[in-house]
Each structure stands twice: as structure tokens, then as C-alpha cells.
């Protein structure tokens, strides 16, 4: 009886989420530029019921409503929305996959706008930014990765300041973002020369180019394998040449192994 009894407030309460508090939102999301000082008011208890509802529908229609303020700088300034993001995030943990791809694609349509990102900061809401990297949905988590990759500069030097500087991973404390920052740096790499470095250190059977006693390469004095100190040499003489790009593998592989 008392399961019954709990049973049936718990659908009288969505019955009034839906009939009161959800065109409640909508009717005053309409209009929110224009509520002066209870702007403020109204934002709180929004934002009340992100951090205490846990219905997924009645949080959809919250996310829906916010959606226009979030994205329009003439509706709520920059500390309001970034307050309403940083509330939103609460939804990583609502048992909801239409949820949660809404929210990101909230986040995701802020910071693909320039002006938006540049207005928001990144670094102060990075929290939701970083939900997206983590996300389950692998074609989500492509979106925010190339996003991310476009913010950390063309040079590697950009990279190593923003990953090792500017950027707080406190956020990500809780998943292995070390793996973000390889994918980063791999994603700078040089595809070509890497290739190139493979296929000559596979010729070789794992061993760098041969030379003769006379030092040329290729001769009947014998294979045998060039030493660090000559193969650096030989790299800083010509950076293109098979035994710089052999020395950049092998160095690879030892630091691998």
C-alpha cells in the first residue's frame, strides 16, 4: 500500500512538471531579455531544478528553453550563461543518452562559434567542454576532439605550451586524459616522414643502412650497422637521407621498448 501510495505522488508530480513547470519555462524563456530584475530570480530556479530534478524529460525541456539564452549574447550576459553551463554539467550523470547528446550539442554549437568561445572562455567553463571529450558516442567525441585541436595552435610548440601551461586538467582528473594529449601530439606528427621511417627501418630487417670499410654505403667490406654517433652526424648533415629518418625509428622503437 505504501509503495502504491508513493507510486502515485510520484505521477501526480510529473502530471504538474508537465502541465505547470514546463510551459512555465517556455512562456518566460520567451520573454527572458525582458524581465528586468526577476530575470534574475527566474534563472535560480531553473537552475534550482537542474541541480535537484533528476526527470529526463522535464530536464530536455529545461536544456531546450536554455538553448536560445546560451547561444544569444543580447538574452543573458557572459556570467549568466556561463553559470547556467556550468549547472548543465550536472547532466553527465543522469541516466539519459538523449540528454546528455543534447547537452553536448549545446556545448558543442557554443564553442564552434568564435565569438561565442571567445565570450565565454573556454578555460572557465571547461568542464563542459571536457564532457564532450570523454563521451561514450565516438562521432560526439571526434566533434570535440577536432574543435579542441583547432584552440591548441598549428605548432607543436603551441601544443606543448597549451598542454603543459595554459590548460588545467582538473576537470578530466577522473579519466585518463593523458591519452588526449598523445592523440594531439600524434595528430602533429609528420604522417609522410613516419612512413617513410618505417618502410626504411623494415628494409633493413630492423637495422640501419649498410656501409662498406670505405665508408660508402652498400660494398664488399660487409654489412654491419652504423653506430648512434655516425647516424647523428649523418641526420644533422641531411635530414632527408635514409639514415636520419632509420636513427628517428630506431629511436622510436628503443623509447617503445
Not at 95 to 116: A, C, I, M
Not at 125 to 143: P, Q, W, Y
Request: glycine fraction near 8%; aromatic fraction near 8%.
Amino acid at each position: 500500500a505504501a509503495a502504491a501510495a508513493a507510486a502515485g505522488a510520484r505521477s501526480e508530480m510529473e502530471a504538474l512538471d508537465d502541465q505547470v513547470i514546463v510551459p512555465c519555462i517556455q512562456l518566460l524563456s520567451m520573454r527572458i531579455e525582458g524581465l528586468g530584475e526577476k530575470r534574475r530570480a527566474f534563472l535560480d530556479a531553473v537552475m534550482h531544478l537542474m541541480d535537484r530534478v533528476n526527470r529526463p524529460p522535464l530536464l530536455t525541456q529545461v536544456v531546450r528553453a536554455a538553448r536560445d539564452w546560451l547561444g544569444d549574447a543580447q538574452k543573458l550576459p557572459a556570467d549568466e550563461r556561463r553559470s547556467l553551463l556550468t549547472h548543465m554539467t550536472r547532466f553527465e550523470q543522469v541516466p539519459s543518452t538523449d540528454l546528455q547528446r543534447l547537452f553536448l550539442d549545446v556545448v558543442y554549437d557554443l564553442y564552434k562559434s568564435p565569438e561565442n568561445a571567445e565570450a565565454l572562455g573556454l578555460r572557465r567553463t571547461e568542464r563542459a567542454f571536457m564532457i564532450g571529450l570523454r563521451c561514450n558516442d565516438v562521432s560526439i567525441r571526434s566533434k570535440f576532439f577536432e574543435l579542441l585541436r583547432a584552440h591548441t595552435g598549428t605548432s607543436l610548440y603551441d601544443l606543448l605550451v597549451f598542454v603543459f601551461s595554459k590548460h588545467d586538467w582538473e576537470s578530466m582528473s577522473e579519466y585518463f586524459w593523458v591519452k588526449i594529449c598523445l592523440d594531439l601530439f600524434l595528430d602533429r606528427l609528420d604522417r609522410d616522414a613516419v612512413l617513410e621511417a618505417t618502410g626504411a627501418c623494415l628494409k633493413h630487417g630492423g637495422r640501419g643502412p649498410v656501409e662498406d670499410g670505405s665508408g660508402g654505403s652498400g660494398g664488399s667490406g660487409g654489412d654491419m650497422e652504423i653506430d648512434d654517433d655516425s647516424a647523428r652526424a649523418s641526420a644533422a648533415a641531411d635530414e632527408s637521407t635514409p639514415e636520419s629518418l632509420w636513427v628517428r625509428a630506431s629511436r622510436f622503437a628503443r623509447a617503445a621498448g
